[in-house]
Structures are given as C-alpha cells and as structure tokens.
C-alpha cells in the first residue's frame, strides 16, 4: 500500500516565502529602510571602478592628508590617495567577507547540526567539539587562524567561518531536536523511509527559515570582525583597500584628519546597521517564534 | 543544588582539555621557530641548537605538551621565554586594571541599558521605543575601536575632559581612577548595553502579556510598581543570563579597543603587526601566548610579542606599562 500525500513544489514554497518577505518590506519600514541602504552600498561599492573615480591606489605624496573638497570628497589619505575611492572600494571587500561568511557557516553549520541532531550517538562527541571551540573567544581564534594561515580574503573568510559555525550547529541541532519527536518525522520512520531522505525531506526545510535569519546577523558580525582583524594587523592584506584596512592605516594620522577613520567607520556602521535591521525585519516575517532570542 | 552544580563543574574539564589541546596546536603549527628568533639573526646553526635543547622543543609534541600542562596545573606558567619573567608574575600586575574595567563597563551598562528596555517595553510602539531600538541596533552595528575614537575625538580633544590614555589606580586616587576609566568603560560598554537592552525589552513585552501583570494593575498598583517589582523581576532571568554571556563579548571587544589607546605614540607600529608578532616569536612563546599575557612590550619594545592579542585579558595593560 503507497500513501499519496500531497506536497507543494519548492517553487511554490519559494514563492510564499517571498511573498511573505515582500508583504513585511511593505509593513516594516525601518526594514525598507535597512534594504535600500544595503542595495546602495553593494551598488556603490560594485560598480566603484566604473564610476570615474581616482584609482584607490593611486599615490600623490604633494595631496596628502587633505581635507575634504568637491574633487576628493572624502578629502586624502598620508600617501595622497583619494578616499571617497578607497571607501567606496573597501565595501567589496567587507561586502564579500560578510556574504561569504555567512553562507559558508550557514552551511557547514547546516550539514554538521542535522547529523548531530538525529543522529544520537556522534551527538554528544560532535557537541562538546562544538562547546570547546565556542569557549575560545572568536575574535581571539580568527586573528590565531590568520596568523597561522597568512593573510589572504580567503583566509579571513575561513578564520571567520570557523568560530561562527558551532552557534550555527547548535541553533540547527535544537531545531531538529524539536523536530524528530514531531509525528509526521516518527511517521517517516514507521514508514522505513530513510534517514538522510527524511533528513533532507522532512527535517530540513524547516530549518532554513531560522538560518536565514541567523545569516544575516552572522553577516553583519562578520563584516564588523573583518574590521576588527585588519584593524590589529591580522586581516586581508594591506595592499588590498578594505574599510578595516583604511582605518588601520589611518590611525596614525587620526588627530590630522579623522575623516580617515570616521568615513569608513560611518560605511561600515551604516552597512552593519542595514543588514542587522533586514535581519530583525526577516525574523519577525519567517520566525515569529525566534522573536524573544533578541 | 549543590551536587547538579558540582556536575556542571566536572562538566567543563573535558571541555577545557580540549581548549588546551586546541590552543597548544595552535601554537605548534604556527610558523616560526622561537629559537631562532631568540638567538638573533647572528647565531649561528649551533647556538640555535643549544637554545632549542634547552627550551625542551626537540621533545616530541605529546611530551612537551604534557610537561606544560602538569606545570600548568601546579600553577606554574612558566617563563616567558624573552624576559624571564614567570608568567604568573606578568598576569598579577594586570588583574587590577582588568578587573576595574570590567566592573565599570558593567556596571555603566546594566544601569542603563535595564532602564531604556523597561521604557522601551512600556512605551512599546511609540516613538520613544523606535529610538531605543534604534540606539540598541546601532550599538552592535559600530565597530568598537571606531566607538572609541569617536569618544577620544569628542571628550578628549574637544571637551578635554578625559585624558586620552593611562591608568591610575583606585587606591592612588578616585576622581583620576574616574576619569581615566570613564572613555574605555563607555567604549566597552556600548555593545553591551545594545543587547541588555534589547533582552530587557523582549523579555519585558512578554512578561507585561501576563495575566498576573493584569492582576496587578486591577487592583490598583502604580505604574512604577508594576513594572519594576512584577514585571521586571520575572523578566531579569534571561536578562541576568544575557549580562553572563555578554562578559565574552566583552572581553572580545577589549582587544581591538585597545589598539585604540595604543596607536598613537607608536608610529613605527606597522601594519602587519598582530600576524607576524603573532607568527613571530610571542605565538612561539607558550607560556605567554596561552595565558594572555605580555610584559614583554616593555622590555623589548621591537619585539613586542602579542601586542594584540594579550589585551584580551588586560585592557589596560598598554597603559600601565608606560
């Protein structure tokens, strides 16, 4: 005997999410808000080397250190470069790091909470890897990794993917704890349908809208320990203008001019500041649940 | 109570055998060779030798990681391998400052962030709650080191109120302790009130939906009471355990704010830094690394070791050593 069960496509689930994110954007306009800054930002930092702007790396050792005017409207940095440039340059940087942090812990996180979830008997061994790796503090371990590994965007991306992924596991295990107990999921079991079949079937899409969510904060922390890093000399190489990078550079001459440090610090807090409230914006519309995890 | 916190307790040493594991390796992989750059770039093959043998480093790595954690748990750190100076040493003289930093940024914290998500939670959907979410959200969202220079430029520079960089003692005298404590306390403390902030309102909504919050303005009880004495109490046990987490936070922040205090009267300090100190010598050097700890700085100023990451465990210390 075969149950025909009904299922929605995953175009039609896809579309419901949407339509839900889109009906919140209408609601919600601190989230409107946070949306149309971040397309700015990604825009701006993009489409930099389309926009006719001085090379970022272009010295001019006569200009340097100037103040703001209509030509370098962010004034220049001790070489002479000019800094609207080199901000609107920097945001690839951070925009990449964030991006590809958050989906390289989302999913690594994914794959390992799943396993630890169901599968009882690695749970205990994988969870206390997990414990000792989020007793370390992660900035702490980011700049130990950069430091072993060198500095390169590919590192950083990496020594910032690792501490984040233990939070992702657990997030995703308590998921999937809730989950397994459900009758639909003991039902699939009755049925003998396989475990990664009702892993993936069952389990797992009930897990991405959390994820999603938990993303977008992930992202936004990454952007800000990207900074960090490049800040304390452990971050993506110098040759590379980054808004950690420009104000590490800086801060030597930050009495002279602050700007060096404030306009980038201003991208960086407003960049974070739009992903943080798309996330808050996502979470109430996906996850009305996760309301009270701040 | 006393046997499931006993419990928890034996819980963590496996935990913590594994961090050490972790943190030793760390240090074993990374790359440079303490001996050499103890030795100097003149010594030759055989005096690095020497210095390796009595360092212990051509041990096999189970056996040097043994011998340092039995040391370890007799409370020996060792010595730092550049000052000869026992690491314990090193750490005391930076417990105070620590310690007091911390304390204010908490305290300056919790008495502010509990009131405005009280406020925030009461006020729910009114301007005055938009604003405080708002300031919560931004709170998390400015780099802690920008935070700092924003504060320096404004109340050093501009007010002149606070010095820029130093430490005086508590027990030396208060109002200079006040003032030197006042900028980095408000710095740390930012990210944290964010989230205190948002935790006290989200547990507060919740709480105000009780029917005992009902109960309580029926019969007749001010607004003040019912907030503080009802609601607020059953809300402070997330919130208590939000301020227990955010001590981690906190102790992430203190590093790169310190680069804030530091960067200015070190112009030679270069860009690479924290990389190559770290690959360098002072990763190399375990007795510090693993303790956070680094008197160095002032012994060797080129040498520097861990310049970025012994902040983590003494804010202040940059200060103190100058």
Same mark, same amino acid.
């Given at each position: 005997m075969s149950l025909q069960v009904q299922e929605l496509s995953f175009g039609a689930r896809l579309r419901h999410r949407i339509g839900v994110v889109a009906d919140s954007l209408r609601r919600n306009p601190t989230m409107l808000f946070g949306v149309i800054v971040l397309a700015l930002m990604a825009g701006s930092a993009f489409l930099a080397p389309w926009l006719g702007l001085p090379e970022p790396m272009h010295q001019s050792p006569r200009d340097r250190l100037q103040e703001p005017t209509s030509e370098a409207l962010f004034g220049t940095d001790m070489y002479g470069r000019d800094l609207f440039s080199r901000v609107l340059h920097g945001g690839q940087v951070s925009l990449v790091v964030g991006l590809s942090v958050a989906a390289l812990a989302t999913s690594m996180g994914l794959f390992i909470g799943l396993i630890s979830g169901f599968i009882r008997s690695v749970d205990a061994v994988i969870m206390r890897l997990m414990d000792a790796l989020m007793s370390i503090p992660s900035i702490l371990l980011a700049i130990a990794l950069v430091a072993l590994w060198g500095s390169s965007v590919q590192n950083v991306i990496l020594a910032l993917t690792i501490p984040e992924v233990p939070r992702v596991v657990r997030l995703v295990r308590s998921v999937v704890l809730m989950l397994r107990d459900q009758l639909y999921v003991q039902a699939a079991i009755a049925c003998g349908t396989s475990t990664p079949r009702i892993l993936i079937r069952h389990i797992l899409p009930n897990t991405i809208p959390p994820l999603i969510v938990q993303a977008t904060y992930i992202c936004a922390q990454a952007v800000i320990f990207e900074a960090y890093l490049s800040f304390v000399g !452990?971050?993506?190489?110098?040759?590379i203008p980054s808004w950690g990078n420009i104000m590490a550079e800086g801060r030597m001459f930050f009495f002279q001019t602050p700007g060096i440090i404030l306009y980038p610090g201003a991208f960086l807090a407003l960049t974070v500041f739009a992903i943080n409230t798309f996330g808050d914006g996502l979470r109430d519309a996906l996850d009305p649940r996760m309301q009270r995890r701040v | 109570m006393y046997v499931y916190i006993l419990r928890r307790l034996l819980a963590t040493i496996p935990i913590m055998a594994l961090v050490a594991v972790f943190v030793f390796m760390l240090l074993h992989l990374s790359p440079g060779d303490p001996a050499v750059i103890i030795a100097? *770039? #003149? !010594?030759?093959e055989d005096q690095v030798h020497k210095i390796r043998e009595a360092l212990g480093l051509n041990d096999p790595l189970y056996i040097q990681f043994g011998r340092w954690m039995i040391n370890l748990l007799q409370g020996d750190m060792g010595? &730092?391998?550049? &000052?000869?100076?026992?690491v314990t040493k090193l750490i005391g003289q930076r417990v105070e400052p620590t310690l007091m930093l911390t304390l204010c940024t908490m305290v300056i914290a919790i008495s502010l962030a509990i009131p405005l998500g009280v406020i925030a939670a009461w006020k729910v959907g009114t301007w005055i709650d938009r604003v405080v979410m708002t300031l919560a959200v931004f709170g998390f969202s400015v780099p802690v080191f920008v935070i700092g220079y924003l504060l320096i430029l404004?109340? &050093?520079?501009?007010?002149?109120? #606070?010095?820029v960089q130093g430490y005086t003692s508590i027990f030396e005298s208060v109002p200079g302790f006040l003032s030197h404590i006042t900028l980095p306390a408000l710095t740390l403390g930012a990210v944290y009130m964010a989230l205190i902030a948002r935790m006290t309102r989200a547990t507060m909504l919740e709480v105000l939906n009780e029917d005992y919050v009902r109960t309580a303005y029926a019969k007749g009880l001010a607004t003040r009471t019912v907030l503080v004495k009802h609601a607020l109490k059953n809300a402070m046990v997330p919130i208590s355990t939000t301020i227990g987490l955010g001590v981690a936070l906190l102790i992430g922040g203190v590093v790169v704010r310190k680069r804030v205090r530091h960067?200015?009267?070190?112009?030679? *300090?270069?860009?690479?830094g924290a990389a190559h100190r770290l690959s360098g010598h002072s990763g190399r050097d375990p007795g510090i690394f693993l303790h956070l700890c680094a008197a160095e700085s002032r012994d060797r100023p080129d040498l520097c070791p861990l310049r970025s990451a012994n902040p983590v465990l003494n804010p202040v210390l940059a200060d103190t050593q100058r």
């Open positions: !452990a971050g993506t190489p110098p040759e | 100097g *770039d #003149f !010594a030759s010595e &730092s391998i550049y &000052s000869g100076m026992p404004g109340g &050093s520079r501009t007010l002149g109120w #606070f010095p960067s200015r009267p070190r112009p030679t *300090d270069g860009r690479r």
